[in-house]
């Protein structure tokens, strides 16, 4: 049995067309190293996943929560934005039957989030075709829309340092406050490392490739324990 005639098994799903499903691992960037591989990449298959996706998103939240309009688009970007999916699409091992260029087989970080995001989508667009709707809507209820109850009640569809001055203010009556760890790299691509304190202490260490995306990781690793105090 071929590498993806057993990822079905993975995602219990039984495709009708194996070469759909196998497309939906392939990256542009492969083509372009290997110009006379069988199949086109997956970016139109994106395309379609990500409509699907967000249409039983919103028809999940609809049926399940009689919640204002504002609260249900708050929630719905929270599942379906690429740190949430690409999470997803590591947990079923969708990094291991990736088509990739030998550059893009080494990317890690934010960019190997963003291939497996977007893979993740093509999968949902593949399902959808081969599979129909009703299909499509199983596999991302079982696994994706699992969260929502989490993402709910830790309130991880808000700001995360939003929330985390929230709970800090109303907890110890102190705000919080952010300075710079270290920072590495070249100019144009600078990583830099932020602490959190909450008066002496350090509750969170983040890091992104600016001082903005550095200090939402952080509150969001302070909020990660916060949670569990």
Same mark, same amino acid.
């Given at each position: 049995?071929?590498? $993806? ?19 939906v ?5 492969y083509?372009?190293? +290997? ?6 990449h997956n970016?139109?298959?994106e395309f ?6 967000e249409?039983?998103?919103t ?19 929270a599942?379906?934005?690429? =740190?949430? $999916? ?6 079923l091992?969708?990094?291991?039957y990736?088509y990739l260029?030998?550059?893009e087989?080494?990317?890690?970080g934010?960019s ?23 299909s499509?809507q ?5 696994n ?7 993402i ?7 700001d995360?340092?939003s929330?985390?001055?929230e709970?800090s ?7 919080? +406050? ?11 691509d ?7 304190n909450?008066?002496e ?11 903005q =995306? ?6 969001k ?5 916060i949670?569990?105090?």
């Open positions: 049995m071929s590498k $993806i005639e057993d990822f079905q098994k993975t995602i219990n799903v039984q495709f009708k067309n194996l070469d759909l499903l196998e497309q691992f392939v990256h542009r960037s083509l372009n190293e +290997n110009p006379g591989f069988k199949l086109d970016e139109r298959l379609l996943g990500d409509a699907v996706l249409l039983v998103t028809e999940y939240l609809y049926s399940n929560f009689p919640n204002p309009e504002g609260e249900l688009t708050n929630w719905r970007s599942l379906v934005k690429g =740190e949430r $999916i690409s999470q997803v699409a590591a947990e091992g969708l990094n291991d990736l260029s030998k550059g087989a080494q990317s890690i934010k190997r989030q963003l291939i497996l995001a977007n893979t993740f989508e093509a999968l949902i667009g593949a399902i959808f075709l081969d599979q129909g709707y009703a499509a199983d596999f991302i209820t079982k994706l829309l699992k969260y929502t109850n989490e709910i009640e830790k309130k991880l569809y808000r995360a340092k929330s985390l001055q709970i203010q109303d907890k110890y009556s102190i705000t919080p +406050n952010y300075s710079l760890i270290s920072e590495s790299g070249p100019d144009h600078k990583i830099f490392v932020i602490g959190v909450i008066g202490n350090l509750v969170g260490q983040g890091k992104g490739s600016s001082k =995306e550095a200090e939402q990781d952080a509150a690793n302070a909020l990660e324990k949670d569990l105090a």
